[in-house]
């Protein structure tokens, strides 16, 4: 790996919660790695590793206890249109048309008027949804609102993409026309992407590595490179390469000595009531 | 009774019908007690008071009286008073209101220099609707304030807190030392009893914006400046609006206090002119008159804000019928499990389903 080439990095990042009964809970544990330009890295682990944190400090929603993010060697505080998201959750805004939806982040930045409506239309095309430009977002299901997200985060030509389980509230058929529609517009811009999921499948068919965090406190169990050939299509799940890195993931992220997600629940819940 | 269950949706019919019969079942019960003598009817009046000498005819007295003496008058051997029973003058007749509702806007005042019902109409209207106009005015732009930037909410809020729960009616005597008998004081009341309670109530809806679309705005590069006025106030304006319309009833609340303070005035006068007069039938028109203006105000912005928040309800429009298998992806059909037979529909066509 060329050092020149890194785009964002995290250094030592650690992340402490402060619990009701006054005691910190550490939730992130010195988490570092570095995503190359162009790079597709996902960050996957089990529920409570931190993963959707980590990205949102990446992203500047949150403040890191220690450590921090860099984009382009410098050290990012806050939130800008370097840096942008697509949420699990539909954050169009509905009071807006769909283009003026991706027109916001535009006109956030100075870029007003026909320029930016033009830009807008141009990346509608791009996610495929050109004819909806004067629709609300209120009228689009769920998947295509999850493009008009992606059109509006990409539409101020951020440095890096984040995205937090965008898919997450889809069903899976349309999760997986997702999926490569998110590749199909990868391939065509420069763009950097930072994934987060749970979903394994999802991870090893979209990312070029993967990042398996382990949880209390969550910590970057493996860094893990992807050689399953692209461009990528549904018989890419049948392939050696696929089912390899998916069952290796898999024990990574759920190691078979680990106790049952249900029984610490339960010790948990335990100890609260005393 | 299939239309009865719990959040059972009614049919445009029943919806229609329970509407209309909300609005009958009260009226026929004001004409079963107005125009049924032995459901309610207290009173006797005396149409031929015989041998009385305690009545004249046009006394309205209570049944037992009424009873009580033409036992004694049939003692006596004096002729038996004659009556016929009737409610008392504070419950008037439907179809008496109703005449009341057109001849109070046609009856002259009945002093020189009183002015015309229509006239203290319209003086209520202006009073209420200046005292709320300038309320907004101050009440929405410092609570949106308080609802979205927490120094404000803890620098202003505490005190309005404390200061809503004055009664704003005590007020009445302090703002007329200092405003004057005149229609400035009245105003203040409104003021003084919707703004104190706006301030909190915007600030609460504004404090309700969803944060995953402030966030989304600040990761587009969105100034705090922008994110207020682009993302914030437009996601709350719908609720805000609701907010008002309730306020807007609390103004017509006090308007009733605030006519009474300093120099009485407008509908309040009115209705209190007429009481003392006994015309019942008036009062009940103005009261009815003031509800009708209540219902019309609120139906007029309900429509306002469907109008102005139609993207709100875009999905039930007739645009928004648009259905996610006419524009879901077509070209990149891909499954996680296809069945044989789809893969080879694919395969035969380039990839596509």
């Known amino acids: 790996m060329e050092n020149s080439d890194i785009i964002l990095e995290a250094r030592g990042i650690v992340k402490d919660f402060r619990e009701s009964d006054g005691r910190f809970r550490r939730v992130l544990d010195g988490i570092s790695f570095s995503v190359r330009e162009h790079e597709f890295l996902s960050i996957i682990g089990p529920s409570g590793c931190g993963k959707s944190t980590l990205i949102r400090i990446a992203a500047g929603l949150e403040t890191a206890s220690a450590g921090e993010f860099r984009l382009d060697g410098k050290v990012v505080k806050g939130t800008d249109a370097e840096r942008g998201m697509v949420f699990q959750k539909y954050t169009l805004f509905p009071w807006l048309s769909v283009k003026k939806n991706v027109m916001f982040g535009l006109e956030s930045i100075g870029h007003g008027g026909d320029e930016a409506e033009e830009a807008a239309l141009e990346w509608l095309q791009i996610v495929g949804l050109g004819k909806y430009a004067e629709y609300y977002p209120g009228q689009l299901s769920g998947g295509m609102q999850q493009r008009v997200a992606i059109a509006r985060a990409l539409a101020p030509q951020p440095r890096v993409l984040l995205m937090d389980e965008p898919f997450g509230a889809l069903d899976a058929q349309t999760r997986s026309q997702m999926q490569s529609y998110l590749l199909e517009v990868w391939k065509n811009i420069d763009i950097t992407i930072l994934f987060v999921t749970h979903d394994l499948d999802e991870a090893v068919f979209l990312s070029d590595r993967i990042l398996a965090l382990q949880a209390n406190p969550g910590k970057v169990r493996e860094d893990v490179a992807v050689h399953v050939p692209r461009p990528r299509t549904g018989e890419s799940l049948f392939l050696p390469e696929f089912i390899g890195t998916r069952k290796h993931i898999e024990e990574l992220i759920h190691p078979a000595d680990a106790p049952a997600e249900k029984e610490t629940f339960n010790i948990i819940n335990l100890k609260k009531r005393k | ?353």
């Open chain 2, 1 to 353: 009774m299939s239309f009865i269950g719990i959040h059972k949706p009614l049919s445009r019919k029943v919806k229609i019908a329970a509407t209309l019969l909300s609005f009958i079942l009260p009226l026929a019960l004001w004409c079963t007690v107005s125009y049924v003598p032995f459901v309610y009817h207290p009173l006797v009046e005396v149409t031929d008071a015989g041998g009385s000498m305690l009545c004249v005819p046009g006394d309205e007295i209570e049944r037992s009286v009424f009873n009580e003496e033409n036992a004694s008058l049939k003692a006596e051997g004096s002729a038996a008073m004659k009556g016929k029973r009737v409610n008392p003058v504070y419950l008037p007749a439907p179809h008496e209101v109703a005449k009341a509702l057109v001849t109070s806007f046609r009856t002259p005042p009945k002093r020189d220099g009183d002015v015309w019902f229509h006239e203290s109409l319209l003086h209520s209207i202006k009073i209420v609707f200046l005292g709320f106009f300038i309320s907004m005015l101050l009440g929405l732009p410092l609570g949106i304030l308080c609802g979205s930037v927490p120094f404000f909410e803890r620098l202003i809020e505490p005190f309005i807190e404390f200061f809503r729960y004055f009664p704003a009616p005590v007020f009445g005597a302090l703002m007329v030392a200092i405003l004057g008998i005149n229609d400035a004081p009245k105003v203040a009341i409104i003021f003084i009893g919707t703004f104190f309670q706006m301030l909190p109530m915007t600030a609460a809806t504004t404090r309700r914006a969803e944060t995953a679309l402030v966030e989304a705005a600040e990761t587009l590069g969105a100034s705090q400046k922008r994110v207020l006025w682009h993302v914030i106030i437009p996601n709350v304006a719908p609720s805000l609006f609701k907010d008002m319309r309730i306020l807007l009833g609390w103004a017509w609340t006090y308007l009733i206090v605030a006519e009474v303070v300093g120099t009485s005035s407008g509908i309040t006068w009115f209705i209190n002119q007429q009481a003392k007069y006994r015309v019942f039938e008036n009062v009940y028109a103005a009261i009815v008159i003031l509800g009708c203006i209540g219902l019309l105000c609120d139906a007029f912005l309900a429509w306002l804000g469907r109008q102005i928040f139609a993207w709100q309800d875009g999905s039930t429009s007739s645009l928004g019928k648009v259905k996610r298998e006419l524009c879901s992806p077509s070209n990149y059909v891909f499954s996680f499990r296809l069945t044989p037979e789809e893969k080879k529909l694919k395969e035969a066509n380039n990839g596509k389903l």
